[in-house]
């Protein structure tokens, strides 16, 4: 179905009477009282934007429009309405099982319509641990019901579900099954809600999401079916942890080096993130103690170098440091702009400790992603730099250190030298003579 042809209605009154779900956060949002009034002036605003050329209509809200609390009757009935006035050829609505019955179905039979129903997995035990708050047999009435009623079934599935030890095998189960009872399904990538319940199985390290290879290769053997629609991302994902569970970061140790919200930023930059396009060339740059890290004397001063340089947009900056690789663009997100590493706490089995954990970091990153040149400035003696020296000697690329080790002898113990004038002028030498090649 082309975009022309069909029209989107966000359902946003009351909430899901369940919202237990755990993997659900779009269910807790309180929507506007659930009133006829309220509803239906809703479904005007909405139909003004409906012309002859819309020709389906889906409702989308994280709930149920057969449920009165949350879409009253009396709307439900203008919605059928409007739909016979617009001559709308289809309408498709989300539903959980326990309000699909032949009542609530007899506002439509005069309309071609499909029901959605997240299933999620066809597993008693696993939609009793997820919350789901109904059965397999449960979704099974609920179909016939709805085929009964001449209407269509169309149900998510999760390609990925928690608590499950297989999830391959998991999958294949719930897509056998459910092609059974629907028309058509939709096979989803789950992500992390911020607000889901589910977030502390991913902040633990305990579940997280595939990647477009896994997801792909799991869902390969359906892509040819016309009744199965394959959905990577249903919303544009990043890590976002919820502000009660962000906790303090400080303390050059151990635990601040493999912190668990450290490790699913840096599994995102390596299997979720793609570089800007333009950004061709990779600078990578120590850390600061001042957050964000453009705001520091030392970052501040190289940029003033580099920034009005023709080939600036080209460089993508990339800062090494103790929660990892952390690319320019996500300076200021949490925890990259929230954490403390004092250099003097450092002790030499710790140091080692940095350099092995930091090193595979970047190899994982520079295995992902491919620039055309690399270069550096750091310190020669800097833990960041040694890691990256070896995580580019064993992947045979070329590092080009912007840093000129001939004035190194020559700072003072007091003097930060990489934004001394001559270095960084020898900076600004090489880079220049790296970029025109």
């Known amino acids: 179905m082309s975009s022309e042809t069909s029209k989107t209605f966000i359902l946003k009154s009351g909430k899901c009477s369940w919202s237990n779900c755990i993997y659900c956060g779009y269910g807790k949002i309180e929507g506007f009282e659930a009133n006829t009034e309220n509803v239906n002036r809703d479904l005007d605003g909405f139909f003004k934007i409906v012309d002859s050329t819309t020709q389906t209509i889906k409702i989308f809200g994280s709930g149920s429009l057969l449920d009165e609390k949350q879409f ?9 309405q409007l739909c016979k006035t617009h001559k709308i050829k289809t309408l498709l609505f989300e539903s959980r099982p326990e309000f699909i019955t032949d009542d609530s179905l007899k506002t439509f039979k005069d309309i071609t319509y499909t029901v ?39 149900t998510y599935l999760l390609v990925n579900p928690p608590y499950v030890k297989d999830i391959q095998a998991s999958l294949d189960t719930s897509v056998d099954f459910a092609l059974k009872h629907s028309d058509s399904i939709v096979l989803i990538n789950l992500y992390p809600h911020s607000s889901a319940e589910m977030i502390k199985l991913y902040l633990d390290l305990k579940w997280k999401p595939l990647d477009i290879k896994q997801f792909e290769n799991m869902t390969d053997k359906w892509k040819t079916n016309k009744k199965v629609e394959l959905d990577f991302e249903t919303f544009t994902f990043t890590p976002r942890i919820p502000e009660k569970l962000k906790c ?22 390596q299997r979720f993130y793609t570089p800007p396009k ?11 103690f ?6 520091s004397r030392t970052h501040k001063d190289i940029l003033k170098r580099i920034q009005n340089m023709h080939f600036y947009a080209r460089l993508h900056q990339v800062m090494i440091s103790n929660p990892g690789i952390i690319p320019r663009e996500f300076e200021s997100k949490y925890p990259f702009a929230h954490y403390d590493w004092p250099e003097w706490q450092e002790t030499a089995d710790l ?9 595979k970091r970047i190899e994982n990153y520079l295995k992902a992603h491919k620039y055309k040149k690399y270069l550096c400035y750091f310190k020669p003696e800097s833990e960041s730099y040694i890691a990256l020296k070896n995580a580019c000697k064993k992947l045979d690329i070329n ?11 020559e700072k003072m113990p007091e003097t930060n030298i990489l934004i001394e004038r001559r270095t960084l002028d020898a900076m600004v030498t090489l880079l ?3 970029m025109t090649k």
Request: hydrophobic fraction near 30%.
């Open 116 to 154: 959605a129903i997240g299933l999620e997995v066809a597993d008693n035990d696993t939609l009793k641990q997820i919350k789901k708050g109904f059965t397999i047999t449960q979704y099974e009435k609920a179909t016939e019901t709805i085929h009964n009623n001449n209407g269509k079934v169309r």
């Open 432 to 434: 220049k003579k790296e």
């Open 72 to 80: 009253p009757k009396e709307s439900r009935d203008y919605l059928a």
């Open 351 to 359: 140091k080692k400790i940095y350099i092995e954990i930091t090193q």
């Open 399 to 409: 590092l080009v250190q912007l840093f000129d080790k001939t004035l190194y002898e």
């Open 290 to 295: 001042r957050k964000p890290y453009s705001q």
């Open 248 to 269: 303090e970061l400080k303390g050059a140790n151990e635990k601040n080096l493999t912190h668990p919200y450290y490790e699913i930023w840096q599994d995102y930059f």
């Open 278 to 288: 333009i950004k061709d060339t990779i600078l990578f740059l120590p850390c600061a």
